[in-house]
């Protein structure tokens, strides 16, 4: 059992400058075989790791990472955690994942800063607001804490915020969820991967699947740099990179790899102490608390896995923003970057069996999967355990595409933030 | 910010002027047999897309030029473009050649009958 | 004591003396020269603190001299013109200057937060991911505001900015990133062959840091040189120069983005019209990188004191500003080149000592300086510092490779320190968009090695530090190369010095800085990787190791040396983190540039627009459109004026613009087929002169838009689509017939904007037109329902169509747009005896609803077939396809359980269901309660005087009748029961009157 | 009232000051949108027949004869300019020439807002909205392109050195102008490697 991390650990470390800290999580060398592989050392992959160890009893399964673990898109994202989505599924695990998300901390012993510091999405069209009152009365009656907004308190509540009447696109209103917010992204996967491997979980980083071993319509194993692995269950967990392992398997996805962007700004001292996402003009920003603002708009159009966007995509959203946050106009962008989303045809998340026997995959989080990472890994490590799907990972299934059962979050209104 | 190249009016210009419009050679079942189409068929033409890693074949359309649809063969790591073509062609045959996975599953019959 | 102690009697080749610059830092007044910086001039009072430092909130000093200065960030301007975190040696000074430090309260010199670094010990890196935890409330509530009011810079400003920007687009054959001798040269070399070239660079003056470089080129020293090339590019026509200009990022396709300061540093500009920031957008065919190289500080007990700066910038401070950090001064390097520094120093009279870690120094720099009498001590380093606001004197320790703690040490006064641990090529631009780069053994650190774009590095950002290579280097863009004397230095070889031992078991008790903003200790970065933070982009995130606003520019190198040493794998082993932009922080407004205000999306404007704005309308945004919500008048609120408006319509007559209604004509041999395969319903059959209404679906079976389609003649139509929907559809038919019907001879020309398009609605719709004395016969016999005229009313030309969107006796007229304002009041005109008044969207959206008509967009929302809002009539069971028709047969769009549109009428009347309310299957005390359906619809009707609904509910047709709940906020429950979606007019008499 | 009242997108805008270049609004051109096939030798035949020339086949490229333009907008679309007073009676002299050739001539004269900019610098002007090297030599006199200017789409005729015709739908005339107001700013001229 790893030592517990508290004020009083700090302080006893400190005696000597700190030289006894044990390692947050093991580097193995591989086994030749484990009950259950997990590929992608994702939030969602860690999750699903630590879950299957902890509620499942599997402890003798590997999460292989071809790079570092958390240096997907869950060490890139903007951090928003909400759960005001529109469709009932959708509600359903993004709640489940938000709520474990309040007590995610404890649970691992790892402050990932949890901070629902509430998450504002304005309404800047008459539909936009139509749209947002909808989804109000429908997370109402789920038993979410959301609600509409007048003008006059997302102003109270964003001080900075452009609430002229007559400008381009004025605020009509906004969606707000007080409990929504913002966690430290890094600490989300490095608490997840001290966790697992406290409870024997393996985590492989530098290590990268090259092929998916069958017999037949099952799992054999997996072929990676470090060699051949042996086991019967695998969870494909690689989100931009779904598709190419899902090819080694030779299973076609109803998916595409977009680059997003993200940026932030020089820090400041606080002036933004919640989310405010603009939908109609596509962009969204929080401040970190280290001060920089974090700042996230749309994707380019087409297919990239280069992890560099194009510039015009970042244009949009700045543009945007310094319309709606005119003071933001003589800050600087002190650096961007760009993750590879995993975009499905009907932007929904994919939480699913396969075909193949053995073979697992939890991908399509898009834009949006950060949110959902305790959630989903909660499910998919049940799915995975009992080799069907959770009830809350049901409506996600691969199938639903061949049924026209889309789960369409657009209507909202809502980017997937 | 792409440079793209319209082979019908020969304009070429930032990637603004154009517009992106996703996989190539998807194929419509209705248009050839309205009767006839299993549901999975109908999903592999609404949803099921090639992600390759590299050499990708798209569509594009000359939005701010002479308006015309193309199609273009782009790698998805470098984005640079190999080819450009009619968008009612195929991609010259050394691509199809080069074209890994479900594309070269795909070209495989097509080379066949080209030759 | 004079005000500016450290100003040299001489010396200072930026500065003019004749011109004295008064300007206030933190409220008192400081004087410089026209040239200084905030840096020099600051400096030359004898203040040694700029800022505080991120977490600990130590005091720091100076380092740099440019853009990689990391300490002195400074807050510049008030209110709405305050800018934070700028550079103080970019910041050039002038007159009525203001500016502040940052980061300290109350002041620099007595800064509350310093307390911090009393506890550093218990807050080493990371050390919030152990604590904070208890009681779980906490963290939101009590550290994290404690932590985030410590954290950050400066502060923002206030207000909308007050300045404008503004983009500029550029395009060259070579772009030249970086105008020291490097950027010069290639320059003129690759102007030389005739191509346009554009050179940026950062500064203010070009040349880079020829001026602290030693030699001759062909007789005249580097400086010189460079002055002269300077000029020489400044009159070649093929030739753009862009000074204050940072090339921010390199980008796909050789693209970059170049970021100009064109009114900081004097008022004057921006009050010539001219903008504050320019972004410009780059399209290059070559890229060159003379970005040149970085000095690197050394990693030594206490190396963040104020007052110890790089080498290379307080040879800057001496040759550029004529200013000097202190009176005694001590050189600490490894490498030659700092010993420039020594002799700079010694010549404008300050005393000078070097201390030198290597064993072995034997280059002509070194020999002279031994020569000229110079103290210089080699295998030696500095092994402690004094003083706290300043430096009072330093320790100096014997040194050898690889040993561990120092046990005896001398002390030396002094109050500066100048070190330079060697030099690392500036390699942004290079790597931004994936350019590979390799190890240097000789420069101990990083230089160019490949890339796939069109780019090449020369001089030192490609780790060429001599003079004559560089030049040679630059040579490969002219056609045949340039030959040049040059005479520099021979010089020794540098030796790594990644941490310099101090006393103390772990070298304790004292802190050896990495990255000086940040606050990061080669401590920090030895504890990462004791956690198992082991990739370098582990240790970067942990310990934040990079993150600062210089983005390690300075420091980055010094980390992986001593991750190296702590974990005994070479430097290319531990790798570098992704080199991202910009280069520099730039502002969002230039990247907003001109967009912003009433720049910022476009508005489309009707030809009536601005009669609608004299009439009072209020406005909603429809797409890029405005349209007239509704025309309050006089006393009238919102409410009151819609239904003043509906019951106009409904018994007299009303007008709307209906311009933004897109408009389409198609014709060819196969129009009427190609129609029959985009809409769900027929159009083949329709009579010349007649109008229809049509659906359509996109391929996923949903609802993307209706209109009225008429047939102007056998293979000629006019298609009507939605306002929103009008470009999105006629890319649409324009994308069908270029992919897939490519057999068809149909052509597309989108006229939307041709035409300005009035709704003339009401009982006295005919009369009104009458009035016009139209040259055709408008009689209901001779122009029914659902039918198209074309010709004159009032003598101006017009297509008149007799559609209704009301339920009334309807015409839509149509002019051309420059005709509309006059046809308008024309119509107004004729009908004021008739009691005509101009409605607006909410009223027509009203209306429509009392008959029952559906808004794509309102009853549906993508996710709605057209046999859920009950058109199953619409939809062609004999047409073999079209778009949409496989994916009805989905199992899920055949589902009964689908919602399907029905009316609703509220128990109560007088009470309206919210917008979007959702009915229950049964209502519980508390939620969860499961839904059944939504309101897509309501308003209050003023002609039935009752509200009204829409809604699409689970199995709504079998349900007639059926009285449904929706619980609301507040655990109200309103209860409706459930009709057909017709609520007035249902034989639709009105429409044929 | 039995005469049509004519009031064109910009009309109620003052002439600009304190503009590096001058701008102005032109109203009394006529405008034909024609598509046929150029591959089509009858329909190019019956075209020449009405205007006494040949449509351009050469892309971005435009003719011109008397009052009559032709500009290239893409293999099969044409935009002919003409007198704004005698736009209905060529519409018609073309319709009865095309008979039954496939083709579609649509009179689209309010459709779009013309701006004309003229003076030293009008290329630089447009380069601070658009990404095209308008300096370069592909844009000589009579040189037509359709672009990307600021956030619209617009249609750009180079008619000589230093005046510009800008064809922007009418909508977006009041934004193109707003835009160009801004660009053009005495003080904030730019210029491309002039000395
Ligand atoms: C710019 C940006 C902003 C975003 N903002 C938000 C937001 O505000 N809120 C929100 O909820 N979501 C947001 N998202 C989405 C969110 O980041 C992702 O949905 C989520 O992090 C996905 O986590 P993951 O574990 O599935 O994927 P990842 O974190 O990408 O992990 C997948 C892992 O698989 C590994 N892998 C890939 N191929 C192989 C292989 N062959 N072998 C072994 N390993 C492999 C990768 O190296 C990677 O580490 C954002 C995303 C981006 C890019
Ligand atoms: N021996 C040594 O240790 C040493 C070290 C450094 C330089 N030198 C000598 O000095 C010469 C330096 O000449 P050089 O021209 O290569 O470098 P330089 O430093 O003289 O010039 C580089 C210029 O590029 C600018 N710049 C950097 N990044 C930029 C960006 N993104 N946008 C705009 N401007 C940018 C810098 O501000 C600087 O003005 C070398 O050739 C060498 O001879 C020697
Ligand atoms: C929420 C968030 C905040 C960030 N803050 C900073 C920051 O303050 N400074 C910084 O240099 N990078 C910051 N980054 C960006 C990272 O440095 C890095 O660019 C990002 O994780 C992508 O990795 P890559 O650039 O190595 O590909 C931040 C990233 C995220 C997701
Ligand atoms: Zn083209």
């Not at chain 3, 700092?338 to 000078?352: D, E, I, S």
């Not at chain 3, 470009?727 to 904007?753: G, H, N």
């Not at chain 3, 016969?777 to 005229?789: C, L, R, T, V, Y």
């Not at chain 4, 893409?74 to 209905?88: E, F, G, N, V, Y």
């Amino acid at each position: 059992m790893k030592s517990k991390y508290s004020i009083f650990s700090l302080a006893r470390n400190a005696q000597n400058y700190h030289k006894d800290w044990e390692r947050a999580w093991r580097s193995p060398t591989p086994k030749a075989e484990y009950d259950a592989v997990i590929i992608g050392g994702g939030g969602h992959g860690l999750a699903t790791a630590y879950y299957l160890a902890k509620n499942h009893g599997l402890t003798n399964i590997a999460v292989v990472e071809k790079g570092w673990i958390g240096g997907g898109n869950t060490g890139r994202n903007t951090t928003i955690i909400r759960s005001n989505y529109l469709q009932d599924s959708s509600i359903a695990i993004y709640e489940l994942s938000r709520s474990l998300y309040e007590g995610l901390s404890q649970d691992l012993n790892y402050n990932m800063m949890f901070s629902p510091r509430g998450v504002l999405m304005l309404c800047q069209t008459q539909h936009e607001l139509r749209a947002f009152q909808r989804t109000a009365h429908a997370n109402r009656l789920a038993g979410l804490d959301c609600r509409m907004v007048t003008p006059t308190e997302v102003k109270e509540i964003v001080p900075i915020i452009n609430t002229d009447p007559n400008c381009r696109y004025p605020i009509l209103g906004a969606y707000y969820q007080p409990r929504g917010g913002t966690g430290r992204h890094d600490a989300v996967a490095w608490g997840y991967a001290r966790g697992a491997d406290a409870l024997g979980v393996d985590i492989l980083q530098n290590c990268e699947v090259t092929g998916i071993l069958r017999d037949g319509g099952k799992v054999t194993g997996i072929s990676t740099t470090r060699g051949e692995i042996k086991t019967k269950k695998i969870g494909v967990v690689t989100a931009g990179h779904v598709s190419t392992i899902m090819d080694m398997a030779g299973i076609r996805m109803p998916i595409e790899s977009l680059c997003l962007q993200a940026l932030v700004s020089e820090p400041i001292k606080p002036v933004l102490d919640c989310v405010v996402m603009a939908n109609t003009v596509h962009g969204y920003m929080s401040q970190s608390d280290k001060g920089e603002l974090v700042v996230g708009g749309g994707t380019d159009p087409y297919n990239n896995y280069s992890q560099r966007g194009s510039f015009t995509a970042l244009e949009h959203t700045v543009t945007a923003l310094v319309e709606t946050f005119p003071i933001i106009s003589r800050l600087r962008m002190l650096r961007q970057w760009g993750g590879i989303v995993d975009m499905t045809g009907d932007r929904s998340p994919i939480l699913s069996k396969t075909d193949i026997e053995g073979l697992y995959v939890n991908c399509g989080w898009g834009t949006g999967g950060f949110k959902a990472i305790p959630g989903s890994g909660f499910v998919f490590a049940d799915t995975m355990a009992n080799d069907r799907p959770h009830k809350i990972a049901e409506p996600f299934g691969l199938n639903r595409f061949a049924e026209g059962r889309l789960i369409d979050e657009s209507v909202a209104a809502a980017v997937a933030h | 910010m792409l440079v793209v190249t319209c082979p019908v009016c020969d304009a070429s210009g930032d990637e603004t002027d154009f517009h992106y419009g996703g996989q190539a050679h998807v194929k419509r079942p209705a248009t050839t047999d309205p009767v006839n189409i299993t549901d999975e068929e109908q999903r592999d033409y609404l949803f099921i897309r090639h992600n390759p890693k590299g050499l990708h074949f798209e569509r594009w359309r000359c939005d701010r030029g002479c308006g015309k649809w193309f199609h273009a063969a782009r790698d998805t790591m470098t984005l640079e473009f190999k080819a450009t073509y009619g968008i009612t062609e195929l991609p010259p045959v050394e691509l199809m050649k080069e074209a890994k996975g479900p594309w070269a599953e795909f070209f495989k019959k097509r080379l066949k009958e080209k030759a | 004591m004079s005000k500016n102690p450290y100003r040299l009697s001489n010396g200072g080749a930026r500065i003019d003396r004749a011109r004295k610059v008064t300007f206030s830092f933190d409220g008192k007044d400081v004087s410089g020269f026209a040239g200084d910086t905030l840096a020099s001039a600051v400096l030359a009072s004898g203040q040694k603190v700029f800022g505080r430092s991120f977490k600990y909130h130590r005091p720091r000093g100076l380092v740099g001299l440019g853009s990689e200065e990391m300490n002195a960030l400074i807050g510049v301007g008030e209110g709405n013109k305050h800018e934070p975190n700028l550079r103080a040696t970019q910041i050039e000074i002038f007159e009525g200057l203001s500016a502040e430090s940052q980061n300290r309260w109350p002041s620099l010199k007595y800064d509350i937060g310093a307390i911090n670094s009393k506890f550093s010990r218990f807050i080493p890196a990371g050390f919030y991911y152990k604590t904070f935890m208890w009681p779980k409330s906490f963290w939101k509530h009590v550290y994290e505001p404690f932590i985030r009011k410590a954290a950050g810079l400066g502060k923002a400003p206030e207000g909308r900015d007050p300045d404008t920007y503004e983009h500029m687009h550029i395009h060259a054959d070579v772009i030249i990133v970086g105008g020291g001798i490097a950027g010069l040269a290639a320059a003129e070399a690759a102007a030389s062959t005739g191509v346009k070239v554009l050179l940026c660079d950062e500064n203010p003056v070009l040349g880079g840091i020829a001026d602290l470089t030693a030699g001759m080129i062909d007789g005249e020293c580097v400086v010189d040189y460079a002055d002269a090339a300077a000029l020489r590019l400044a009159a070649l026509p093929n030739v753009h120069i862009l000074t204050r200009t940072t090339v921010v990022g390199h980008y796909h396709h050789n693209y970059l983005m170049a970021f100009e300061r064109v009114g900081d540093h004097d008022p004057a500009i921006l009050a010539s019209g001219a903008p504050k920031h320019r972004l410009w957008k780059i399209r290059a065919n070559k890229v060159v990188v003379a970005t040149g190289a970085l000095e690197r500080p050394i990693a030594f007990a206490n190396n963040d004191r104020p007052n110890i700066i790089l080498a290379s910038a307080v040879r800057g401070m001496i040759g550029r500003y004529g200013v000097t950090p202190g009176s005694t001064g001590v050189v600490f390097t490894n490498n030659d080149d700092a010993y420039l520094t020594a002799f700079a120093l010694k010549n404008a009279g300050v005393n000078v000592r070097v201390v030198d870690s290597r064993a072995r120094a034997d280059g002509a720099l070194v020999k002279r300086a031994m020569a000229d009498g110079i103290d210089v001590q080699l295998s030696s380093v500095i092994s402690a510092v004094e003083g706290t606001l300043g430096v009072t004197a330093v320790k100096i320790a014997a040194y050898r490779k690889g040993q561990g703690r120092v046990i005896t040490e001398k002390k030396v006064d002094c109050d500066f320190i100048a070190m330079s641990g060697g030099w690392n090529p500036a390699l942004h631009i290079w790597c931004h968009n994936g350019g590979k780069i390799q190890f240097d053994d000789g420069l101990q650190s990083f230089r160019p090695k490949s890339h796939t774009d069109n780019i090449v590095a020369i001089g030192a950002a490609n780790g060429t530090m001599s003079v004559e290579a560089t030049l040679l280097e630059a040579q490969g863009l002219a056609k045949k190369a340039k030959k040049f004397k040059v005479e520099e230095p021979v010089r020794g070889a540098l030796e790594s010095l990644w941490f310099a031992p101090a006393t103390g078991k772990y070298n304790e008790g004292n802190k050896h800085f990495i990255d000086f903003q940040n606050d990061v200790t080669a401590a920090d970065l030895e504890l990462a990787q004791r956690e198992g933070y082991e990739s370098i982009e582990h240790t970067k995130r942990y310990t934040t190791f990079g993150m600062a606003t210089d983005q390690g520019k300075t420091s980055n190198l010094n980390g992986l040396g001593v991750l190296s040493e702590a974990t005994g794998k070479t430097i290319p082993e531990i790798g570098v983190t992704t080199f991202r932009p910009p280069y520099t922080p730039y502002s969002f407004g230039s990247i907003a540039g001109a967009l912003t205000g009433e720049l910022f999306l476009p508005v489309r404007r009707t030809p009536i627009f601005k009669w609608h704005t004299d009439h009072g309308a209020v406005f909603e945004p429809v797409g890029q459109w405005r349209r007239s919500y509704t025309y309050p008048q006089a006393s009238e609120d919102k409410h009151q004026a819609i239904n003043r408006e509906i019951l106009c319509v409904r018994n007299k007559v009303g007008m709307l613009d209906a311009s933004t209604l897109g408009k389409i004509e198609i014709k060819g041999p196969d129009a009427a087929e190609f129609l029959d395969r985009m809409y769900t319903n027929t159009f083949s059959t329709l009579k010349v002169g007649k109008c229809r209404y049509g659906l359509m679906m996109n391929e996923l079976g949903f609802l993307t838009d209706d209109g009225v389609t008429v047939r102007l003649a056998d293979d000629h139509f006019l298609m009507h689509t939605t306002s929103g929907g009008a470009d999105r559809i006629s890319a649409w038919l324009e994308e069908w017939l270029q992919t897939e019907w490519t057999q068809y001879k149909v052509f597309v020309t989108p006229v939307t904007e041709q035409w300005a398009q009035f709704a003339v609605a009401g009982p006295h719709a005919r009369d009104v037109l009458s009035k016009l004395v139209p040259d055709f016969d408008i009689s209901n016999e001779a122009f029914q329902h659902m039918s198209f005229k074309q010709g004159h009313l009032g003598g101006t030309p017009v297509r008149v169509f007799r559609i209704s969107f009301s339920g009334e006796l309807s015409y839509e007229v149509a002019t051309p747009a420059n005709f509309g304002q006059g046809l308008w009041n024309a119509l107004m005109e004729a009908g004021d005896e008739f009691g005509l008044s101009a409605y607006g969207t909410e009223a027509l959206h009203v209306l429509r609803a009392e008959k029952g008509y559906i808004v794509v967009g309102d009853e549906s929302d993508g996710t709605v077939t057209p046999i859920d809002v009950g058109m199953e009539g619409m939809v062609s069971k004999k047409k073999a396809d079209f778009i949409g028709k496989r994916s009805l047969e989905q199992s899920f769009l055949k589902s009964p359980n689908r919602k399907q549109l029905v009316g609703l009428l509220t128990e109560d009347p007088t009470e309206v269901l919210p917008d979007g309310a959702y009915a229950v299957a049964v209502v519980k005390d508390k939620p969860p309660m499961e839904m059944i359906g939504q309101v897509t619809s309501s308003y209050m009707s003023p002609t039935l005087g009752r509200s009204i609904a829409m809604a699409l509910i689970q199995n709504g047709r079998a349900r007639m009748g059926e009285v449904i709940s929706f619980p609301l906020e507040g655990g109200k429950v309103m209860k409706a029961t459930i009709t057909d979606t017709v609520f007035y007019d249902k034989e639709g008499g009105r429409l044929h009157a | 009232m039995l005469e049509p009242q004519f009031e064109s997108a910009l009309a109620h805008r003052a002439t600009p000051e304190n503009l590096s270049i001058s701008m102005r609004e032109i109203t009394e051109r006529g405008m034909i949108d024609l598509r046929g096939l150029a591959t089509d030798k009858k329909f190019m035949a019956a075209v020449k027949s009405v205007l006494g020339f040949d449509l351009p086949k050469a892309p971005r490229t435009s003719s011109t004869w008397g009052d009559l333009k032709a500009l290239w907008l893409s293999p099969d679309q044409w935009l002919i300019l003409c007198t704004r007073s005698k736009t209905a009676a060529l519409l018609a002299e073309l319709n009865s020439a095309l008979g039954k050739i496939h083709s579609l001539a649509v009179d689209v004269s309010d459709m779009r807002s013309i701006i004309r900019l003229d003076g030293e610098g009008v290329r630089e002007t447009l380069m601070k909205g658009s990404s095209l090297d308008l300096i370069s030599d592909d844009y000589k006199a009579g040189t037509v392109r359709r672009m990307r200017f600021a956030e619209i789409a617009a249609l750009l005729h180079v008619v000589e050195d230093n005046v510009i015709d800008l064809y922007v739908f009418r909508s977006y005339a009041e934004y193109s102008w707003a835009f160009l107001l801004k660009a053009a700013r005495k003080g904030s001229e730019v210029k491309l490697f002039k000395k």
